[in-house]
């Protein structure tokens, strides 16, 4: 089982719905999770930033944690087309470990 | 505030040939520093990372290195690039553990 395991898409949405984008994990060690937008041809840029269990939000954009179920999620309301993008979701424990980030999943909020 | 320079932006270079990629980052001091490589459809794969000058983590065993000079400078190097070394590389940096991860813009590398 991979460490984290994130659903490519590509995921199209007609602009204003509601998108869901998820991952899940192994390692009950990570306590920081993290959404990152990439556009493309650019590097990836900070979105959320959750630590523990529980839900963020900023603006249309909500980040959930269930560490329970190993499961994360961020939804963002009223999309636009400029939320097409990659959705990376991020995560880490303690101490010095780098992030193992998920594969990404494509979003295309069309006009 | 703090800021990362990533160089060169674009290049392509024939099989053989060496390869030096820099980064800087600006504003801080003594960060975590990595380099990543994003290709198609494989997501963000570790390289290297370093939590201090002279030290260096080497996440997948392949032809490339990395060296740290400065507290701030990080450089991806390679003595004789491949086909398979193409794709996106992705310099960032980060405070400690917890604590964000910034990426640079990228260096989009072809190898020809």
Same mark, same amino acid.
């Given at each position: 089982?991979? $460490?984290?395991?994130?659903?490519?898409? %590509?995921?199209?949405?007609? $602009?204003?719905?509601?998108?869901?984008?998820?991952?899940? =994990?192994?390692?009950?060690?990570?306590? =920081?999770?993290?959404?990152?937008?990439? =556009?493309?041809?650019?590097?990836?840029?900070?979105?959320?930033?959750?630590?523990?269990?529980?839900?963020?939000?900023?603006?249309?954009?909500?980040?959930?944690?269930?560490?329970?179920?190993?499961?994360?999620?961020?939804?963002?309301?009223?999309?636009? %087309?400029?939320?097409?993008?990659?959705?990376?979701?991020?995560?880490?424990?303690?101490?010095?470990?780098?992030?193992?980030?998920?594969?990404?999943?494509?979003?295309?909020?069309?006009? | *505030?703090? /800021?990362?320079?990533? &160089? #060169?932006? /674009?290049?392509?270079?024939?099989?053989?040939?060496?390869?030096?990629?820099?980064?800087?980052?600006?504003? /801080?001091? +003594?960060? +975590?520093? @990595? &380099? @990543?490589?994003?290709?198609?459809?494989?997501?963000?794969?570790?390289?290297?990372? *370093?939590?201090?000058?002279?030290?260096?983590? *080497?996440?997948? #065993?392949? +032809?490339?290195?990395?060296?740290?000079?400065?507290?701030?400078?990080?450089?991806?190097?390679?003595?004789?690039?491949?086909?398979?070394? *193409? !794709?996106? @590389?992705?310099?960032? &940096?980060?405070?400690?553990?917890? +604590?964000?991860? @910034?990426?640079?813009? !990228?260096? &989009?590398? /072809?190898?020809?």
């Amino acid at each position: 089982q991979k $460490e984290v395991e994130q659903d490519p898409g %590509p995921l199209s949405v007609p $602009e204003g719905a509601i998108v869901s984008l998820n991952c899940t =994990y192994s390692n009950s060690a990570f306590q =920081y999770f993290m959404w990152y937008r990439q =556009y493309s041809r650019k590097g990836p840029e900070l979105l959320m930033y959750t630590y523990s269990s529980g839900n963020k939000e900023d603006g249309r954009f909500t980040a959930q944690v269930d560490k329970s179920s190993k499961y994360i999620s961020l939804f963002i309301r009223d999309s636009q %087309p400029s939320d097409s993008a990659t959705y990376l979701c991020a995560m880490s424990g303690a101490g010095n470990t780098p992030l193992v980030f998920g594969k990404g999943t494509r979003l295309s909020v069309i006009a | *505030s703090q /800021t990362i320079h990533q &160089w #060169p932006a /674009t290049l392509v270079q024939p099989v053989g040939s060496p390869l030096s990629l820099e980064c800087t980052v600006e504003g /801080t001091s +003594n960060p +975590n520093l @990595y &380099w @990543y490589r994003q290709a198609a459809g494989r997501g963000l794969q570790l390289l290297f990372y *370093s939590v201090g000058i002279g030290q260096i983590s *080497s996440e997948v #065993p392949q +032809n490339l290195s990395a060296s740290r000079p400065q507290d701030r400078q990080f450089i991806l190097s390679s003595k004789k690039l491949l086909l398979s070394d *193409s !794709g996106f @590389y992705l310099c960032a &940096w980060t405070t400690g553990a917890g +604590n964000t991860i @910034y990426f640079g813009e !990228g260096s &989009w590398l /072809t190898v020809v």
